[in-house]
């Protein structure tokens, strides 16, 4: 059977382009992450957050899987203002404020 015959080849298709752009196929610097067969709950839990941290921190592409994470994330809204789990040595509130710095300036009350 022809790959692309399978009934789910469409819908396939269509996810990894979402996941990874136009190419469909996951970015090179992905067969050198430290996190490659790790339990993803330890990156989208909040008890693991530490330990997802220090994962990161040893990972030899964490500018490559940060860089190319914040390009996703920022193509919609709903992905930037839900930012979540750690990715890139970042979790997902250091990422929300960048997309939306607040400022720490308070009004006076009168
Ligand atoms: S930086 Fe973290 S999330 Fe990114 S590939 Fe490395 S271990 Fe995985």
Known sequence: MNPHDHPG???TR????????????????RSDA???GEDTELFFTS???????????GCPVIA???ADHFEW???TRSRRFYASGV???T????????????????????
């Open 87 to 89: 990715v890139g040595g």
């Open 64 to 66: 490559q899987c940060r």
């Open 73 to 75: 994330e920022n193509r």
């Open 91 to 110: 979790t997902g509130s250091e990422r929300n404020q960048t997309y939306y710095p607040r400022t720490t300036t308070r009004k006076e009350v009168a």
């Open 9 to 11: 080849y469409v819908g």
């Open 47 to 57: 008890d693991t957050t530490a330990q997802a941290l220090a994962v990161c921190s």
């Open 34 to 36: 430290v996190c490659a």
């Open 14 to 29: 269509a996810l990894m382009i979402a996941l990874f752009g136009p190419s469909g196929t996951p970015p090179a610097w």
